[in-house]
């Protein structure tokens, strides 16, 4: 077998699988274990709520830093998260600028890509779905996409309405499929089918390694054969373990529902709707259903209203149109339930952080306020990542040459395992975040 075409091949791979190989003396490589090591650390999650139409544009702000930042009055539900808070202020995304309407600054707000007019559909592949396709084989679901008001197929000035209603795109030309109905998002989570990881790692490769086999020496072969009956022996083992309850190491603090299944149909109740949808997605990373979501909170140009509030005499996208106190109601609203979530998550404890240190929330909306004004984004990021975020900051980068929207996807991806260079409009990083 020739060493070049070896060298490119340092694993067995299968249906979500990668198995690393023993030394072989007829395959020349070198060994790479440390990017597929196990660990015993709780993973990082990633959560991006939306908020369409931005907000009330005197009181999103935030000033100084640490526990005693002082937060605007659209902000003040996260004013006991002060200390694992981030707030951005400054980026853009440039192609949202070229239409100046909700479906153009809507629908590639998570990939800073350009859109097509015309009604028909092009935008990119979103940041969560780049990092679902990298590491969606580790848990039963890549990502969980959810939403609190249906999709719109319409078209307005010259652009889809679907953009204005999906922020997850799974290939340029297709936004992924929206949940709404919380009963069947809960059955994304719970339903009775067979998992990825409950099939044999062993099975999952034993096609790749027969064709790997062939190319080897007869002495490596017969090593072959025996590390994988050796890897057969362990994963029967860690089985008859796991059936004892003997395993240690990270495991999810749940391994089912703690919450009802939801009715099935489409809520009324917009806030019994959006408390469902919190709920659902806690319970996705309490179980390690899956480490991505997003989590639409109304279509952008939307239609929603809110009588708990006492604001039911105009829609969402009408009320942005003016900085009222009614407006600002609903701003905050909204930002319970990102308070709400990382409330729920910070009383799940996982090894020596709770569930919120071990996430990244992020919510954002495609212009800062109802004027339409997308020149900034209004951004803001509760959790530590697992350790890998510094909370209680500050950062302005109006005025700053590289303030891409998509520098700060970068450092997102980064945190989850997912090591791009270039995304977007983006060459790198936020270094801060």
């Not at 153009?104 to 009604?119: D, E, I």
């Amino acid at each position: 077998m020739k060493t070049a075409a070896v060298s490119r091949r340092t694993m067995l791979r299968g249906l979500g699988v990668s198995m690393a190989l023993p030394w072989l003396e007829s395959a020349a490589w070198s060994r790479e274990t440390s990017a597929h090591a196990p660990t015993l650390e709780p993973p990082t999650r990633m959560a991006i709520l939306f908020a369409g139409c931005g907000f009330h544009r005197h009181e999103w702000w935030a000033n100084g830093h640490g526990p005693s930042m002082q937060l605007g009055k659209v902000l003040s539900p996260l004013r006991e998260f002060r200390d694992r808070l981030v707030f951005i202020k400054g980026l853009y995304n440039a192609e949202a600028l070229k239409g100046n309407i909700h479906s153009s600054q809507t629908g590639n707000l998570l990939s800073g890509a350009p859109l097509s007019a015309g009604g028909t559909i092009r935008s990119g592949t979103s940041v969560d779905q780049i990092v679902a396709q990298h590491i969606g084989q580790r848990t039963k679901l890549p990502s969980l996409v959810l939403g609190c008001e249906k999709a719109n197929p319409s078209v307005h000035k010259n652009y889809s309405m679907l953009y204005s209603s999906h922020i997850s795109w799974s290939s340029p030309t297709t936004p992924t499929p929206l949940e709404v109905y919380p009963a069947l998002a809960f059955d994304q989570l719970f339903k009775d089918k067979a998992q990825q990881g409950d099939q044999s790692v062993l099975d999952a490769v034993l096609a790749d390694a027969r064709d790997f086999r062939r190319g080897i020496s007869r002495l490596d072969q017969q090593k072959l054969d025996e590390y994988l009956n050796s890897v057969r022996e362990v994963e029967q083992r860690i089985d008859r373990a796991g059936r004892r309850g003997e395993l240690q190491g990270w495991r999810p603090t749940l391994s089912g529902p703690n919450i009802r299944r939801p009715q099935d149909g489409y809520p009324q109740d917009i806030v019994e709707h959006m408390r469902l949808m919190c709920d659902i997605l806690v319970l996705a990373f309490q179980t390690d259903t899956t480490r991505v979501c997003t989590l639409k909170l109304n279509n952008d140009h939307g239609t929603l209203r809110f009588p708990h509030l006492g604001v039911d005499y105009m829609i969402h996208h009408l009320l942005s149109h003016n900085d009222t106190d009614d407006w600002l109601k609903v701003n905050q609203f909204f930002l319970e339930q990102m308070a709400y979530i990382a409330r729920r998550l910070d009383a799940i404890e996982e090894g020596e952080r709770s569930l919120l240190d071990n996430s990244m929330l992020m919510l954002c909306s495609s212009m800062l306020n109802g004027h339409h004004d997308a020149t900034q984004l209004p951004v803001v990021m509760l959790g530590r990542a697992g350790g890998q975020i510094q909370g209680g900051q500050n950062l302005d980068y109006s005025g700053t040459a590289d303030r891409q929207m998509c520098r700060l996807y970068i450092s997102m991806m980064h945190k989850m395992g997912v090591q791009l260079d270039r995304f977007g409009d983006a060459e790198r990083p936020l270094e801060e975040v």
